[in-house]
């Protein structure tokens, strides 16, 4: 990862979690830009009901630039691949790495499926509730890479 974003992200996250209670696990990757990719008790139950979202009331001002707490927006295309969320990154980490794995299922050349791999060994774990953020991390990333590097 980056480290001017790393720093950036976790600066940013230490003040989010001020605001918000319910973050369970958030991870940092560069996939459509430097952003968040948020697991939190809100996501877990989603309803699409962003409106009455916590997490949403929190995020829905922020600003974009060289790194977004903001939410992205999926579109009805994205949703067919990333799941039914609003929003792209609203995800728990199994429903983040079944988006990588559908993601790659589509790519075509191995070129394309070595950028997208490369994406995943680059995300790094900001935040998690329970266990030690490197095992989380290296469960997650292992998860993906495995399926693809035999």
Same mark, same amino acid.
């Given at each position: 990862? &980056? ?7 976790? =600066? ?16 940092? $990757?560069?996939? =459509?830009?430097?952003? /968040?990719?948020?697991?939190?008790? $809100?996501? =877990?139950? %989603? ?5 009455? %979202? &916590? ?65 995943? =060994? ?5 935040? %998690? ?17 495995? /399926?693809?590097?035999?």
């Amino acid at each position: 990862m &980056n480290e001017k974003i790393l720093k950036i992200g976790i =600066r940013k996250f230490n003040s989010l979690a001020k605001k918000y209670d319910g973050f369970i696990n958030v991870v940092i $990757d560069n996939w =459509r830009g430097y952003r /968040f990719v948020y697991d939190t008790e $809100d996501v =877990r139950k %989603c309803q699409n009901d962003c409106q009455n %979202c &916590n997490l949403f009331k929190v995020l829905k001002n922020e600003k974009g630039g060289l790194f977004s707490a903001g939410l992205y927006l999926a579109t009805e295309a994205d949703k067919k691949i990333f799941g039914p969320q609003n929003y792209l990154n609203c995800k728990t980490l199994k429903q983040y790495q079944n988006c990588y794995l559908n993601f790659l299922k589509k790519l075509k050349t191995k070129a394309e499926i070595e950028a997208e791999l490369e994406l995943v =060994r680059k995300l790094t774990l900001v935040y %998690c509730q329970k266990g030690s953020l490197e095992k989380e991390e290296n469960v997650f990333k292992k998860a993906i890479l495995n /399926f693809y590097e035999k």
